[in-house]
Structures are given as structure tokens and as C-alpha cells.
């Protein structure tokens, strides 16, 4: 009887992400720079229209809100996708409504055609891979095609190291549960050397050494 396997662990990898917010001097340089352009332009008419001087930190004033104002609008649009485009610090959530409602109604071939389509359109997106590969594993039942594209949503998609891990994870329970268990032995040894601060090193380790060298 072989060893009993190691179980996975309970607390998962959780990857550290940079912060959004932007430091408070670039908060200020923002917001001094157009202050200073409405100032000078207010300083101007002061010195050349005989404007009063009021209007130099009216101007100021009035420059700034303009431009938060237009930044504002700006960042709102390209967030909720008006502008097409995906904003730089909340990335656009792609929907896949119709081959979600393909895989509800039991058509999951179409549905992989569908998540095909949106790997066409933007193959940087790790989601359309995922789901293909969880679609043969789980309605199709093909293992080695479920392997294929949790593979080639490692190489070819733009993923996360949580991502990552977790497409790793699946593809080792896909070769556990093959016919032949030893196929696990390289992406183990991925798991341990590239997510060696995570509980899952260990995990990893253990069905190594278990797979490696089996007890009877």
C-alpha cells in the first residue's frame, strides 16, 4: 500500500499585490501644476490687460477644478469601458455571458468555441483558458485536453502569481488522478523551487518525496 498522500494545504497562496494610491507628493504635484499654469495665466492679464490682482488665485483656483473635474470624468469613462480601453490601475472586467449561458444550457463544445473566440480577442487573458481547461476536466471529461490548456494558459495568457500557483494546482490534481501519478513529478518540483515561501512548497515536497519514492 503506498503512503498516505499529503494533503494540500488549508491556507492558500495569497499574492502581495502594489498598492494603487499615489504618494502624497505626486498628489500635490498634481494638483500644484495646473495651480500654477491658471496662476501665471491670471498674472498675465494682471500685468498686460490691467486686470486686478484677484484674478491671479481665482484663475488658480479655477484651473484645478477644471482639471480634476476632466481627470475625473476621464478615469469614470475608461473604468466603466466608455472609452473601450482598460484603465491603468482597475483593469476592465471582460464578460463572457454568451459562452457562460452555452455552458448552462449543456453545450459546453460551443462554450469552448465561444472562450476560443475571446482568446482571439484578447489572448493576454488568463480567464478564457482557465474555463476551457475546467470544462474538459469537469462536462467534458478529457484530461489531456483540460492538461493542454491550463498549460497554455501559463504560457501564453499574462498571469498572476496567484493565478499561476492555482493553474498549477489543478494541473498536478489532473495527473494524480491519471493513470499515470509520476506525470505530477515536474510541475511539483515547479511548484517547490518557484513558490518556495508558500505553504504549498511543502505540499509539494511531500507528494514529491511520496511520488518518487512510493512505499508498498
Not at 469552448?112 to 467534458?140: C, F, G, N, S
Amino acid at each position: 500500500m503506498s503512503a498516505e498522500r499529503v494533503p494540500p494545504p488549508r491556507r492558500h497562496y495569497e499574492e502581495r499585490e502594489s498598492s494603487g494610491e499615489r504618494a502624497p507628493l505626486d498628489e500635490r504635484l498634481r494638483l500644484w501644476f495646473p495651480a500654477i499654469v491658471g496662476g501665471g495665466v491670471g498674472l498675465v492679464w494682471v500685468v498686460w490687460i490691467r486686470f486686478p490682482i484677484w484674478i491671479v488665485p481665482v484663475m488658480a483656483l479655477v484651473t484645478v477644478v477644471v482639471v480634476k473635474v476632466f481627470t475625473g470624468a476621464a478615469s469614470w469613462m475608461v473604468s466603466e469601458g466608455a472609452l473601450g480601453a482598460k484603465g491603468g490601475s482597475t483593469p476592465y472586467k471582460r464578460g463572457y455571458s454568451e459562452a457562460e449561458t452555452l455552458t448552462m444550457q449543456g453545450s459546453y463544445a460551443e462554450a469552448v468555441r465561444a472562450y476560443e473566440a475571446a482568446i482571439a480577442d484578447a489572448p493576454e487573458d488568463p480567464e478564457p483558458y482557465l474555463r476551457i481547461a475546467r470544462l474538459y476536466r469537469k462536462e467534458l471529461g478529457k484530461l489531456d485536453d483540460a492538461a493542454f490548456w491550463f498549460r497554455r494558459a501559463r504560457r501564453d495568457a499574462q498571469m498572476s502569481a496567484g493565478q499561476d500557483l492555482a493553474a498549477s494546482r489543478e494541473l498536478i490534481e489532473l495527473y494524480l488522478a491519471s493513470a499515470d501519478r509520476r506525470r505530477a513529478i515536474p510541475e511539483l518540483a515547479r511548484i517547490a523551487e518557484r513558490f518556495a515561501d508558500t505553504p504549498e512548497r511543502d505540499w509539494a515536497v511531500g507528494l514529491l518525496a511520496e511520488l518518487k519514492h512510493p512505499t508498498s
